[in-house]
């Protein structure tokens, strides 16, 4: 198959507004993939590559070479490129990683060019993501999507079921289970205002620390240990803490749900970026692990001795979990059976402050009767976080997808230097309504001075108000801070742009 099939097909998804017609596409794409195609086109189509990390920063694709007048590149070329790309390193690597970009995308036709930059850069948000991509997959062999949806979650891989429903039929779908020894992916949270709201909207529930590090799963399977990132990536020789501490765990088979963090000497957490770098880092891990240990802490249990756990209550979870994980290893809650009870709603409080007060991110609240929705971000775990704000300028904006096309949509957000010239710090789409949507656009074409194939870049007058969830550092944007999570709230035109802050107080809210 032709890169140039799934671009056509994107770029049709994009200007759908149905779901079927977004689906039909999809299965009709599915059905014509040759067997060893289907895990990279399933993956491509659902917004990722396989690879998950190329190095490819975006300086890389602002200049591209001139396209290729007709198409030639197969999906095992471009998947072959990736490959390369991932695994260049050490000395000269930008520069390399440049010359190999250049040389993919000098193959590509400029409709292919359109799609690997957004594909590259995780922006292809047009509908043909994970529920679509299941959809159609579903539709393509004639299985039930629930079926498929589920596969998918506990088998760990849309690329996996695709390749093995599509070759062996509907049938296949039963092998994919939860097993030790294979990821599952995660259970996700959605977010309240606050502790009151996520009392309100559960009823009998816990309330957990939400901490501010690297989300783990450990399977354990007598001796042998393997840990796994939230994006199914194993970790186990980077993370030597973890494998040590799930070996005293009392149960011969299981599999849990955690973070790992690191503390000061003061019990304070250290800042996510450290331990992000720690567990990233394939370097020496002894000496990391001398230098910055990391703390095992977990909050569930996914399966058990031979059980799977999955569709039991949370309550009943976490029963199993504290009968088999010592204390000083499972995430601090608390237990509010009744949310009504007024003494009961005032110790939450108390417990979240003080959760705060410690450095910690802020809570989880989770039903008591939860199942564990495996890869859903399940409405019955709430997170409640403190919500930061900075007035920012916009540098430029984005052509949206899907229901967004014809719109400017992805903003490109900058802060303001010392000799007032602004430094991009991230983009962000999140928050946006139809209105807000339709306003900035036409204001953006009266301040755009310069189009791009991807948007335009304008001038710096309009200050928009964007909530975060922290800053961090980032080596792809040209101050070295980025900002976490962020969305709009508002408009401030109330605001001019010597009044945006400055990048000196946006590095200072570094942890």
Not at 255 to 281: N, Y
Not at 414 to 435: E, H, I, P, Q, Y
Request: glycine content about 8%.
């Amino acid at each position: 198959m032709l890169l140039e099939d799934i671009a056509r097909t994107s770029a049709r998804i994009a200007q759908a507004t149905a779901r079927n017609e977004k689906v039909t596409l999809l299965a009709e794409l599915f059905r014509r993939a040759e067997t060893a195609e289907v895990p990279v086109v399933v993956t491509y189509l659902a917004g990722r590559l396989p690879q998950r990390r190329t190095g490819v920063g975006w300086r890389s694709l602002r200049e591209l070479p001139p396209p290729a007048e007709e198409p030639a590149l197969t999906i095992a070329e471009v998947d072959a490129a990736f490959s390369r790309l991932a695994r260049v390193a050490g000395k000269g690597a930008q520069a390399e990683r440049k010359r190999q970009v250049d040389q993919l995308m000098g193959a590509a036709t400029g409709d292919e060019q359109w799609f690997l930059v957004r594909l590259i850069g995780g922006e292809l948000r047009q509908g043909a993501l994970d529920a679509f991509a299941v959809e159609g997959l579903a539709a393509a062999v004639g299985a039930e999507p629930g079926e498929v949806r589920r596969a998918v979650m506990l088998g760990g891989s849309l690329g996996a079921v695709a390749q093995a429903v599509l070759a062996e039929g509907p049938g296949a779908l039963a092998r994919f289970r939860l097993e030790v020894g294979r990821p599952v992916l995660p259970m996700l949270a959605h977010t309240a205002k606050d502790v009151d709201e996520a009392l309100d909207k559960l009823g009998p529930c816990a309330v957990e620390e939400k901490l501010d590090g690297i989300r783990v799963q450990v399977h354990k399977d007598g001796e042998r240990v393997r840990v796994y990132t939230r994006t199914l990536e194993e970790i186990t020789e980077r993370l030597p803490e973890a494998a040590q501490v799930a070996r005293r765990v009392a149960a011969g088979q299981v599999v849990l749900d955690g973070e790992v963090i690191a503390l000061k000497e003061d019990g304070w957490p250290r800042p996510f970026q450290e331990v992000s770098g720690r567990v990233a880092s394939r370097l020496d891990v002894a000496a990391a692990s001398s230098e910055l240990p990391l703390h095992p802490v977990f909050f569930d249990v996914l399966h058990l001795d031979g059980e799977n756990l999955l569709d039991r209550p949370s309550v009943e979870r976490h029963a199993a979990l504290a009968r088999i994980v010592p204390e000083e290893l499972r995430v601090r809650r608390v237990p509010v059976p009744d949310p009504a009870d007024g003494p009961a709603r005032g110790a939450v409080r108390e417990f979240a402050d003080e959760v705060l007060a410690r450095g910690h991110e802020g809570v989880m609240v989770k039903a008591l009767d939860a199942a564990y929705s495996a890869g859903r971000r399940g409405a019955s775990w709430l997170k409640v976080k403190p919500v930061h704000t900075l007035d920012l300028v916009v540098l430029g904006a984005e052509w949206g997808h899907g229901r967004r096309a014809g719109k400017l949509s992805n903003l490109h957000l900058g802060a303001r230097r010392a000799d007032g010239s602004f430094a991009m710090l991230g983009k962000t789409f999140k928050g946006l309504t139809d209105a807000l949507l339709a306003w900035q656009t036409e204001r953006f074409r009266t301040l755009a001075v310069e189009e791009k194939s991807w948007g335009v870049v304008v001038a710096p007058e309009l200050v928009v108000e964007i909530a975060f969830d922290g800053v961090q550092r980032s080596s792809r944007y040209p101050e070295g801070v980025t900002l976490r999570f962020a969305r709009v709230v508002r408009y401030r035109e109330d605001k001019r742009p010597e009044d945006a802050d400055t990048v000196e107080a946006v590095a200072a809210l570094l942890p």
